[in-house]
C-alpha cells in the first residue's frame, strides 16, 4: 500500500541517522559542535560547494579563531580573508555578528532559534542549523539539498521556490526530529543532498538508506522539485584595464553600494571598447600608455546579471590621482580584489 506523506516523514530518521554515521563525509566542521565553527560554515557554505569552502574555512579560523578575533578584526583584513568566496555581505553581516554577540553576550552564541535569528545575515536555514547541530533543538534547516531530497521521497510538487511550501516542509520535518539527535539529523538531510540526491544530475538511488519508500524512485524522479522558470540574466559589457607603472598596478574602491560594494576593483567602463578607445580612455585617466601588452576576454557571472569583459593590459609612464598603484606584494596580502577581476592578472 502507498504511504501517505506523513508516513515517509516518520519513517525518515530511522533510515537516515545510521546511514549518515557510517558515510558523513569528514569535513572540517563536522570535527565539534563549537557554535562560532558551525555557524562560521554555515555561512561560508551559502551559494558555495563545499570541496571549495573547506580551505577557506581553515585558513579563516587560523587567522581568525574566535569570535571575538572576528570582531575586532580591520574590514580590509576580514575581506582578504574572504577573497574569491563572493557575495560579500555575508563576511560583512559575519563580523556584524561578532561585534553583537561580543558586546550584548560576553562572546556566547545565543541558543534558541528565534536569537540566532535576529543576528545580521542569519536567516532561518542558518539559525536552524545552529539550533540543531550545536544545541540539539528540534529546529529543521531548509535549503536546497533538504527541499530536493523531501519532495523527490514524499512526490511532493509544490514548487520549492514558494515560501509557503518551504514553509510547510519545514514544519513537516520539525515534528519528526529525533530527540537527542538533532543535529545528525540536519546533517544527514544536508548530506542527502549533497551527495546521493544532487541537483542537475541524476540521483544515486542504489546508495540512497530511504530508496524503499521513496516515491520518485518508483515514479520516475525527473519531475521534482518543482521549481519556477528561470529568468535570463542581464548581460553588462565592461571594459577592464590592468595598468602597470613599473612595478605598481592601478586599482581603485567601488561605490559603497551595489554589486561588489566597497571592495578594490581594477579601473573599468562601462562598453566593449576596441584597442584604439581603450586607448584613448588610458590616455584621459593620465596614466600616459606606452605599450599594450595583450587583451583578454572573459565573462564573469554573477547572480542576476552576467559581465561579459574585455581586459587590457597597458604600460603606462606616468600614474594617475584617480588611483591607488600597489605592487605585487601588496596585492597579494593586503588587497582583496574580486575574482571577476582577479582573473585577469
Request: charged share 25%.
Amino acid at each position: 500500500m502507498k504511504k501517505t506523506s506523513d508516513e515517509i516523514y516518520d519513517r525518515l530518521p530511522a533510515a537516515l541517522l545510521p546511514w549518515y554515521g557510517e558515510t558523513a563525509r569528514p569535513l572540517p566542521w563536522r570535527r565539534d559542535r563549537e557554535p562560532y565553527h558551525v555557524w562560521l560554515s554555515e555561512i561560508m557554505l551559502q551559494q558555495t560547494r563545499a570541496e571549495v569552502v573547506a580551505g577557506y574555512f581553515l585558513r579563516f579560523l587560523e587567522a581568525l579563531p574566535t569570535v571575538f578575533d572576528l570582531a575586532a578584526v580591520s574590514d580590509e583584513a576580514l575581506l582578504k580573508l574572504w577573497e574569491g568566496l563572493g557575495y560579500y555581505s555575508r563576511a560583512r553581516n559575519l563580523k556584524k555578528t561578532a561585534e553583537i554577540i561580543v558586546r550584548d553576550c560576553g562572546g556566547r552564541f545565543p541558543e534558541t532559534y528565534d536569537e540566532l535569528l535576529a543576528l545580521p545575515g542569519v536567516g532561518p536555514y542558518t539559525a536552524g542549523a545552529v539550533a540543531s547541530i550545536c544545541f540539539g533543538q528540534p529546529v529543521a534547516a531548509v535549503d536546497g539539498n533538504v527541499l530536493r531530497v523531501i519532495t523527490r521521497v514524499t512526490g511532493d510538487d509544490g514548487c520549492i521556490d514558494d515560501p509557503a511550501v518551504k514553509k510547510r516542509i519545514g514544519k513537516a520535518l520539525t515534528a519528526v526530529y529525533p530527540k537527542g539527535a538533532c543535529g545528525d539529523f540536519t546533517q544527514g538531510l544536508m548530506e542527502l543532498g549533497a551527495t546521493v540526491c544532487p541537483p542537475n544530475t541524476a540521483p544515486k538511488c542504489e546508495l540512497c538508506p530511504l530508496g524503499d519508500f521513496c516515491r520518485s524512485r518508483a515514479d520516475g524522479w525527473r519531475g521534482c522539485p518543482v521549481r519556477k522558470e528561470k529568468r535570463d540574466r542581464r548581460v553588462e559589457k565592461r571594459t577592464v584595464f590592468v595598468l602597470r607603472a613599473g612595478e605598481r598596478l592601478a586599482i581603485r574602491k567601488r561605490a559603497a553600494r551595489g554589486l561588489l560594494a566597497g571592495l578594490w576593483e581594477l579601473p573599468n567602463v562601462l562598453g566593449d571598447l576596441d584597442d584604439r578607445a581603450a586607448l584613448e580612455q588610458a590616455a584621459a585617466w593620465g596614466v600616459e600608455p606606452v605599450t599594450l601588452e595583450k587583451s583578454i576576454r572573459q565573462d564573469h557571472v554573477f547572480t542576476h546579471v552576467r559581465w561579459e569583459m574585455v581586459c587590457y593590459h597597458f604600460t603606462c609612464r606616468g600614474i594617475s590621482s584617480e588611483f591607488e598603484w600597489v605592487g605585487e606584494a601588496a596585492l597579494e596580502q593586503d588587497v582583496a580584489l574580486p575574482t571577476a577581476f582577479r582573473k585577469f592578472l
